[in-house]
């Protein structure tokens, strides 16, 4: 026995637990279930059910009490078969069913009901109250993705204690007292939080069912799958759910490495997209102003014909690609392999224009694990709002931050006592963000003065002195990124080189789109070859003979479109018109271009431009892997077909090669995977046997022999600092105007929409009334004022990507003048 262990017997079995777990998760995972209803193992306990009452004998005798708050003890007993621990949960059972309606058979929740099943196992058969049972009525909405039903609910608090200490969105709580005590949200205060469908998951009843899935299907219907969300870049696990060939749910998955079974609303409900009648089902060619259905073999002829044509005549590098951050590592290793081998070309990018450096993103020094938050005494997030573009890792720095749930804690070393305490959080940004109001320190500065802000903190000097001596209690780990598209790039470097210097320092480099860190280790960037590899490395020979001298970024593409040197562009589920902060820039050089192929699920506003659409399969209908921010590669898995006759985008990207006289020599997606073990030399030996049977949460890369994956060290160049009556802050919103929210019509009416932010002295000195016109370096907009007093003077906030506005451009220099 260790000195972190401590022996325990329960139901005459002695065993080994950690110090300090709570009796109902050692009998667990020692295989003992003590039934409950309001314990959860990511949340505080507080005994407010009591079905896990058991007999428990510290030395002064057996006691009935509560598991789910009793840390276990060296030399404890506990009894959870004593007859009269049987008499107490027939008799809890009995209580929570006086007033509980008993129908089954049309409750959402029959079938998978732990109520239901607790009463089979538990429960006394028989009820002896015959007195009529309370109503309300039912279901009464509590948001747009929530239904409550009063009736239903046994009061155990899960949705009320997540909503609190989980999420931090008090909305959900208990009203009345006594037999009148219901939960429900306060007028005129909906329960519009970013994380409301946890609460329909871990309620142990059918009082939350989500609107989505009400009346769709039984749970003996559903047909289900382990896979990995694709809307943001921490690789969350799910389950996918569908029936009759239809997704139609996602439940989070209880994985430590990542989510830990907490999943954003847009994670969870985001799926509608891929049941949309919109989608693209056949492959369409130009036919004057609009298109016309063509056959697959028709669409590929033509861009292999295309394709040989421009090549001859201007040379490969007039080809160039975007996109491969939507899909799997599959087809974004198809994507790059195609432009390398088949077109003889590096001008590919995964990013559009609003992200870090390649080489930065995909191999930076010192890199962090997402569960490094939990063991950091220090905390730096220096880049988007985490709340609305990063939003477990919100949960997880936000828990962190607030200090760990008591019984997870089961260890006495130094990290876990610091978790206990809560790390020492600091927030640096433009405006106000979810972390605030649990933030230590909150550093608030204009865009383009950054630089300035980071040498007053790498000085410690003034106001920053008690910042700077926070940084030097390690471990550290800082979140770095751009926190809007105004934002220069090479500052979130220059804050994580400076982060460097930091005791026990760890850095997680944020990006947008869910794959773009596998697109990256797979070469999809002007700079990289598969397996974090620099393109000028001799070695990487697996290919043959290909380009050495770096390609464009997704900027110059756009620029050398614009200009005449690129003559055929690939777009591979990218949509640059609405992803690329320069919007005018991407809207004229999509014009210019003589030939453009889109490869999509939707007609977007950039395929609408394109000589040739294809249709490509979406999340749920192909399989492959994916790499989260911490380089965690994760499966995807299919359950349904494609919409009509659409097809994987390696499987594409193969056939057009065999068209233009070349071989990928791809036979399917785990073909695939394994020549990428064999050739990415940061993904040695990660293949889908592994990762279905060895690795069920994820392997982390980089590791292997032979040519060595790049490490890059971050630059110290912050950018120049830029002086302005008005700067631009422009940002992403959890929900916007983007192809897959616009097709998911229950998330899309709740994005915010567009308005112009300002401070309340700014609106006042600039004479803003309740509109405004906004014009920034690449577009201009009439737009609602709101006044916002969270930011700096001078700066104007606009939220990215919103219904009815253009973007405004990457300079963050703008003019304000009531409309």
């Not at 009935?64 to 003890?73: D, G, K, S, Y």
């Not at 077109?343 to 559009?352: K, P």
């Not at 709002?385 to 939003?391: A, N, W």
């Not at 590791?703 to 302005?724: M, N, R, S």
Request: glycine share 10%; net charge negative; charged share 25%.
């Amino acid at each position: 026995m260790s000195e972190h262990t401590v022996r325990i017997v329960v139901d005459g079995r002695e065993l080994e637990v950690p110090k300090g777990e709570l009796v109902i998760k050692a009998a667990q995972d020692n295989g003992t279930y003590i039934p409950r209803f309001c314990w959860h193992p990511r949340m505080k306990p507080v005994g407010m059910c009591r079905m896990c009452l058991v007999f428990i004998d510290s030395g002064r005798g057996p006691m009935l009490t509560t598991a789910c708050t009793t840390p276990v003890a060296d030399g404890m007993k506990v009894d959870t078969t004593d007859p009269a621990v049987k008499k107490a949960q027939e008799g809890i059972l009995e209580f929570l069913l006086i007033n509980h309606p008993l129908d089954c058979p049309v409750c959402d929740r029959g079938g998978e009901c732990p109520l239901q099943d607790q009463t089979m196992a538990y429960g006394p058969g028989e009820s002896r109250f015959v007195e009529e049972k309370r109503h309300f009525e039912k279901p009464i909405p509590i948001s747009d993705l929530v239904m409550l039903d009063r009736e239903r609910c046994i009061l155990c608090a899960r949705c009320t204690r997540f909503s609190e200490e989980v999420s931090g969105d008090p909305l959900i709580e208990f009203l009345d007292r006594g037999y009148h005590t219901e939960v429900n949200t306060f007028p005129d205060h909906p329960f519009r939080s970013y994380f409301s469908g946890n609460t329909v998951q871990i309620c142990p009843v059918g009082a939350l069912t989500a609107t989505l899935y009400r009346f769709r299907a039984r749970p003996w219907d559903l047909v289900a799958v382990e896979s990995t969300c694709t809307h943001c870049t921490a690789g969350d696990r799910i389950v996918i759910q569908a029936s009759q060939n239809e997704i139609l749910r996602f439940l989070g998955v209880d994985a430590e490495a990542t989510n830990q079974g907490w999943l954003s609303d847009k994670c969870r409900f985001g799926f509608g997209y891929i049941n949309s009648d919109q989608r693209l089902t056949v492959p369409l060619i130009r036919d004057g102003d609009g298109f016309r259905e063509a056959t697959w073999g028709e669409a590929l002829d033509l861009i292999a014909q295309r394709l040989g044509d421009v090549i001859r005549t201007s040379g490969p590098d007039a080809v160039a690609a975007l996109g491969g951050a939507r899909g799997t590592n599959e087809d974004a290793y198809a994507l790059s392999k195609f432009m390398r081998t088949v077109v003889g070309s590096n001008n590919l990018d995964c990013r559009m224009d609003d992200t870090l450096d390649a080489e930065f993103l995909a191999a930076t020094v010192d890199r962090a694990l997402i569960s490094d938050i939990d063991r950091a005494k220090t905390i730096l997030v220096w880049g988007p709002d985490l709340k609305e573009e990063h939003p477990t890792l919100y949960l997880r720095v936000r828990r962190a931050a607030i200090g760990s749930v008591p019984g997870l804690v089961s260890s006495n070393s130094d990290a876990h006592l610091a978790a206990a305490a809560g790390a020492t959080l600091v927030v640096v940004h433009p405006r106000a963000t979810g972390l605030d109001p649990v933030a230590d320190f909150k550093l608030t500065y204009r865009p383009g003065s950054g630089a300035e802000l980071l040498a007053q903190l790498r000085a410690g000097e003034g106001r920053l002195a008690e910042v700077r001596a926070a940084l030097a209690e390690g471990p550290v780990v800082a979140l770095v990124g751009r926190t809007g598209s105004t934002e220069d790039p090479r500052l979130a470097e220059a804050v994580a080189a400076f982060v460097r210097t930091l005791p026990d320092a760890k850095i997680l480099p944020l990006a947008r789109r869910a794959n773009t860190y596998g697109a990256l280790d797979m070469g999809v960037a002007p700079t990289l070859l598969p397996g974090r590899v620099s393109i000028s490395e001799e070695t990487f020979t697996a290919w043959g003979d290909i380009p050495r001298k770096p390609g464009r970024d997704c900027r110059s593409i756009l620029e050398g479109a614009l200009a005449g040197d690129i003559q055929a562009l690939l777009l591979v589920g990218a949509d640059p018109v609405r992803d690329v902060p320069d919007g005018d820039l991407a809207d004229r050089a999509l014009d210019a271009v003589p030939f453009l192929v889109a490869v999509d699920l939707f007609l977007t506003d950039s395929a609408g431009r394109a000589d040739v659409v294809l249709p490509a399969d979406g999340f749920g209908e192909k399989e492959g892997t994916v790499t989260n921010l911490e380089g965690r590669v994760q499966k995807v898995n299919a359950i349904v077909p494609g919409a009509g006759q659409s097809r994987p985008d390696w499987s594409i990207l193969d056939d057009l090669a065999r068209r233009m006289g070349s071989s990928l020599g791809f036979g399917s997606a785990e073909a695939i995977a394994k020549e990428i073990a064999e050739v990415a030399p940061a993904y040695r030996g990660v293949t889908w046997d592994v990762l279905d049977w060895e690795a069920r949460d994820g392997v982390v890369v980089p590791g292997g022999e032979g040519t060595q994956p790049l490490v890059y060290l971050p630059a110290d160049t912050p950018g120049p600092i830029i002086k302005a009556d008005l700067v631009l802050h422009s940002a992403r919103t959890m929900y916007d105007d983007g192809v897959t929210m616009r097709h998911t019509p229950h998330l899309h009416r709740l994005a915010p929409g567009a308005a112009l932010h300002v401070h309340p002295d700014d609106a006042a000195r600039l004479g803003l009334g309740f509109r405004a016109r906004v014009v920034g370096s690449s577009g201009s907009a009439t737009l609602p004022v709101v006044t916002d007093p969270s930011l700096a003077r001078g700066v104007v906030y606009v939220p990215f990507n919103q219904p009815g506005c253009p973007p405004l451009g990457s300079d963050p220099r703008v003019t304000v003048e009531p409309a």
